[in-house]
C-alpha cells in the first residue's frame, strides 16, 4: 500500500554523520515528518533548514516518534547516547555498524525498555543514498512486524533484505560481505604491487583485472553449491593439485617483481593444508572448513 503524503510515517533520526545526514536527506524528500538530533547540534542546521525539526535533547527526539532509527558511529555511542531515555514503545531501528553478538545484546537491551528491535547493515556509502540505480541496500533481521510494519518507509533510503529473526543476522551479512571485500582488495592491491615499477599504465590495466575479477566473482555460486552437498569435488573445473602446484610461480614472480607475498602466502598456506589433508581432486572450498575453529 503506497502512503500520500499525509500518512507519511514520521521518524527520529539519531546521528547525522556523513550516512545519517544521508539518509535524513532521503525522508524529507519523501515527505515524511523528521527530527533529528546529533551529538554534535552543530551538525543539523542544514537539515533544519530543509525541513527537518532538530532538537537538543536525545529524550526529546525520540518522543517525537513512534519509529526511531539510530545510525551512530558504533554499538558503544548507541548504549552511551539512549542511556536514560525512555524507549516504551518505541520501535527501534538500528543501523550502526555492530558485530552479530552487539546486535542480539542490544535487541535484549531494548526489549527489557520495552521497545521493538530492528538491526540494519548498510550495503552501501552515502553517496548510494537514495539512488536506487547505485544498488544499495541494507540488510534488516530482527522483529519482523517492525520489518513488515516499516518496510515502505525503510525502503525509502535504499533497497531492504530482511534476513530473518535472529537478530545477528543482519551484522553477520554485512560483515561477511565486506569481509570478502577486503580478500578482493588485498589481491587488487597485490596486483597493482606487481605491474607498479614496470611500464604498464595502471589505467590501463584497471578494466582489465575488473572484468577478471567479475568473471571469477561467478565461482561463489559453485562454492556454494559444494558447501551444501559435502562435495567439494562436484563440478571442479580448476582442480586443488594444480592450484597448489602453480603457487611457486605466484611466489616467484612477486620476488622477481619486488613485492612482498605477506597478502597472498597465508592463503597459499592453507591450499597446500588441504591439499595435504584432503588430496587433490577437490576445488579450493576445503579452505572454508579449516578456517573453522
Ligand atoms: N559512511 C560509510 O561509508 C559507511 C557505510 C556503511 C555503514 N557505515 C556505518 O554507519 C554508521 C554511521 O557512519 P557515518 O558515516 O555516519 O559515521 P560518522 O560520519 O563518523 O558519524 C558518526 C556519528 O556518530 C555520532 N557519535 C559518535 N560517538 C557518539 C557518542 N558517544 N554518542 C552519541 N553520538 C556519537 C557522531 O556524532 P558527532 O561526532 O557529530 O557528535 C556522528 O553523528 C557507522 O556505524 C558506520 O560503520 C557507514
Same mark, same amino acid.
Given at each position: 500500500m503506497t502512503q500520500n503524503s499525509a500518512e507519511k510515517t514520521p521518524v527520529t533520526l539519531l546521528g547525522l554523520g556523513a550516512m545519517g545526514t544521508a539518509l535524513a536527506r532521503t525522508w524529507l524528500a519523501a515527505g515524511h515528518p523528521l527530527t533529528v538530533w546529533n551529538r554534535t547540534p552543530g551538525r543539523a542546521a542544514g537539515l533544519a533548514g530543509e525541513g527537518a525539526k532538530a532538537v537538543g535533547g536525545v529524550a526529546e527526539a525520540v518522543a517525537a516518534s513512534g519509529l526511531v532509527v539510530v545510525c551512530l558511529l558504533d554499538d558503544a555511542s548507541v548504549g552511551e547516547a539512549?542511556?536514560? !531515555?525512555?524507549?516504551?514503545?518505541?520501535?527501534?531501528?538500528? =543501523?550502526?555498524?555492530?558485530?552479530?553478538?552487539?546486535?542480539?545484546?542490544?535487541? #535484549?537491551?531494548?526489549?527489557?525498555?520495552?521497545?521493538? &528491535? =530492528?538491526d540494519g547493515g548498510i550495503m552501501a556509502v552515502p553517496p548510494m543514498i537514495g539512488v536506487p540505480e547505485a544498488g544499495g541496500y541494507v540488510? &534488516?533481521?530482527?522483529?519482523? +512486524?517492525?520489518?513488515?510494519?516499516?518496510?515502505?518507509?525503510?525502503? /525509502?533510503?535504499?533497497g531492504t533484505t530482511y534476513v530473518g529473526e535472529d537478530t545477528g543476522h543482519a551484522a553477520l551479512h554485512d560483515v561477511a560481505l565486506l569481509s570478502a571485500m577486503y580478500g578482493m582488495f588485498a589481491g587488487v592491491h597485490h596486483a597493482?604491487?606487481?605491474?607498479?615499477?614496470?611500464?604498464?599504465?595502471?589505467?590501463?590495466?584497471?578494466?582489465?583485472?575488473?572484468?577478471?575479477?567479475? +568473471?571469477?566473482?561467478?565461482? /561463489?555460486?559453485?562454492t556454494a553449491g559444494q558447501l551444501r552437498s559435502g562435495d567439494y569435488t562436484q563440478g571442479v573445473v580448476s582442480n586443488?593439485?594444480?592450484? !597448489? #602446484?602453480?603457487?611457486?610461480?605466484? =611466489?616467484?614472480?612477486?620476488?622477481?617483481?619486488? !613485492?612482498?607475498p605477506e597478502l597472498l602466502r597465508p592463503y597459499f598456506d592453507l591450499m597446500?593444508?588441504? =591439499?595435504?589433508? +584432503?588430496?587433490?581432486?577437490?576445488?579450493?572450498?576445503?579452505? /572454508?572448513?579449516?578456517?573453522?575453529?
Amino acid at each position: 500500500m503506497t502512503q500520500n503524503s499525509a500518512e507519511k510515517t514520521p521518524v527520529t533520526l539519531l546521528g547525522l554523520g556523513a550516512m545519517g545526514t544521508a539518509l535524513a536527506r532521503t525522508w524529507l524528500a519523501a515527505g515524511h515528518p523528521l527530527t533529528v538530533w546529533n551529538r554534535t547540534p552543530g551538525r543539523a542546521a542544514g537539515l533544519a533548514g530543509e525541513g527537518a525539526k532538530a532538537v537538543g535533547g536525545v529524550a526529546e527526539a525520540v518522543a517525537a516518534s513512534g519509529l526511531v532509527v539510530v545510525c551512530l558511529l558504533d554499538d558503544a555511542s548507541v548504549g552511551e547516547a539512549l542511556a536514560d !531515555v525512555d524507549l516504551a514503545g518505541k520501535d527501534l531501528v538500528n =543501523l550502526t555498524t555492530t558485530t552479530p553478538a552487539q546486535a542480539r545484546d542490544r535487541a #535484549a537491551w531494548a526489549r527489557e525498555r520495552g521497545a521493538r &528491535y =530492528l538491526d540494519g547493515g548498510i550495503m552501501a556509502v552515502p553517496p548510494m543514498i537514495g539512488v536506487p540505480e547505485a544498488g544499495g541496500y541494507v540488510f &534488516y533481521s530482527g522483529a519482523e +512486524a517492525v520489518f513488515e510494519q516499516h518496510r515502505e518507509t525503510l525502503a /525509502v533510503p535504499a533497497g531492504t533484505t530482511y534476513v530473518g529473526e535472529d537478530t545477528g543476522h543482519a551484522a553477520l551479512h554485512d560483515v561477511a560481505l565486506l569481509s570478502a571485500m577486503y580478500g578482493m582488495f588485498a589481491g587488487v592491491h597485490h596486483a597493482f604491487a606487481l605491474i607498479r615499477k614496470e611500464d604498464i599504465d595502471p589505467v590501463a590495466f584497471a578494466p582489465l583485472l575488473a572484468d577478471w575479477l567479475a +568473471a571469477m566473482a561467478q565461482g /561463489v555460486h559453485l562454492t556454494a553449491g559444494q558447501l551444501r552437498s559435502g562435495d567439494y569435488t562436484q563440478g571442479v573445473v580448476s582442480n586443488l593439485a594444480m592450484q !597448489v #602446484a602453480g603457487t611457486p610461480t605466484f =611466489l616467484s614472480t612477486a620476488e622477481q617483481q619486488g !613485492v612482498s607475498p605477506e597478502l597472498l602466502r597465508p592463503y597459499f598456506d592453507l591450499m597446500a593444508r588441504r =591439499l595435504a589433508e +584432503a588430496g587433490g581432486e577437490e576445488d579450493l572450498t576445503g579452505v /572454508v572448513d579449516l578456517l573453522l575453529r
